[in-house]
């Protein structure tokens, strides 16, 4: 069993960054691909990026290629979201999300383990 808390959500203003942390209890973190994904209110949930168990690749969705990046300190137990340049349309609820399998998914249901969310809102 894993458990994940996100941490680093809030309130930024249009063009500001922000950086999200997720925290995992698992003594095994480093053999885990960590993922991002994001669901805004009456929409459905959103990939948003993810990350190899080495820190090695990264693969992101479209719309935030380029402005956000994800790291991880396995050390740590913890995988990071960077948001800069942000839009009103990355208004959502982000959670982050673990899967024990030696690729990058976009698929939700990839992922075995989920945090509880952590909420950004970006004013215009």
């Known amino acids: 069993q894993v458990q994940l808390v996100e941490s680093g959500g809030g309130l930024v203003q249009a063009g500001g960054s922000l950086r999200l942390s997720c925290t995992a209890s698992?003594?095994?973190?480093?053999?885990?691909?960590m993922g991002w994904f994001r669901q805004a209110p009456g929409k459905e949930r959103e990939f948003v990026g993810a990350i190899s168990w080495s820190g090695s690749s990264t693969y992101y969705a479209d719309s935030v290629k380029g402005r956000f990046t994800i790291s991880r300190d396995n050390a740590k137990n913890t995988v990071y979201l960077q948001m800069n340049s942000l839009k009103p349309e990355d208004t959502a609820a982000y959670y982050c999300?673990?899967?024990?399998?030696?690729?990058?998914?976009?698929?939700?249901?990839?992922?075995?383990?989920w945090g509880q969310g952590t909420q950004v809102t970006v004013s215009s």
């Open positions: 698992a003594r095994t973190f480093s053999s885990y691909t």
């Open positions: 999300a673990a899967g024990r399998f030696g690729r990058l998914s976009s698929r939700d249901y990839d992922y075995a383990y």
